[in-house]
């Protein structure tokens, strides 16, 4: 497949880590083409440097992996995106009385949010529930780690899904794009027990069932 990631900080640049030699053609969205740093991630993953707006037009799935401040600006130059598979791995994260917090989620989410700056695409919300370095290699878990995903279009969930086991997780349909506002707190746990608990970042949620 043709993968667009937009954002290429820890968790752009880990996706793309994850994804090569998987079989896609990956391009990078960035605006600077000619920065060292990026020249050399492009080099190491064997993707293309396009301009945001260029590597979405071109893309059959588009990962949005940006910070969430900047996002609504940056989701809506990328111009009309409909029919398109676009992921949301982003959390609508901000500082509210000292401390990270969501800045929505009880009435709507991220991912809903969104939605509404791209009213065509079909938007899947996943891959925000665990850290930058588990999405480039959890092969070292015991465990195959879950990864749940939320969107309003079964098409788009199940090419998804080839996305995420390509990525070493386990896919699991958490429903319509709303129920977002169940996935995004999910990242709230995994900080709290990756950054205030101690249990530092090399690990993730995983669904074990009984022997059959």
Do not use: Y
Not at 93 to 114: F, K
Not at 189 to 211: D, E, H, M, Y
């Amino acid at each position: 497949m043709q993968i667009a990631i937009i954002g290429t900080g820890n968790v752009g640049s880990a996706i793309a880590h994850g994804l090569k030699g998987r079989g896609h053609e990956l391009c990078l969205g960035v605006r600077d083409r000619t920065r060292p740093d990026l020249l050399s991630l492009a080099v190491a993953v064997d993707a293309r440097l396009l301009e945001p707006a260029q590597a979405a037009q071109a893309a059959e799935i588009i990962i949005l992996a940006l910070p969430w401040d900047k996002a609504e600006s940056a989701v809506k130059a990328l111009g009309d995106l409909s029919g398109k598979i676009v992921i949301d791995c982003m959390n609508p994260l901000a500082m509210i009385d000292g401390s990270l917090s969501l800045a929505i989620g009880h009435s709507t989410s991220g991912a809903e949010q969104v939605q509404s700056w791209l009213p065509g695409a079909r938007i899947v919300k996943t891959l925000n529930q665990v850290g930058a370095e588990i999405m480039q290699d959890n092969a070292s878990l015991p465990h195959r780690p879950a990864q749940f995903m939320a969107g309003d279009d079964e098409a788009a969930k199940v090419a998804v899904s080839i996305l995420l086991r390509d990525l070493g997780f386990e896919p699991f349909d958490a429903g319509a794009l709303k129920r977002a506002r169940l996935l995004e707190p999910l990242a709230m746990v995994w900080i709290n027990q990756a950054l205030l608990r101690g249990k530092g970042r090399n690990w993730a949620l995983a669904a074990v069932s009984p022997a059959t």
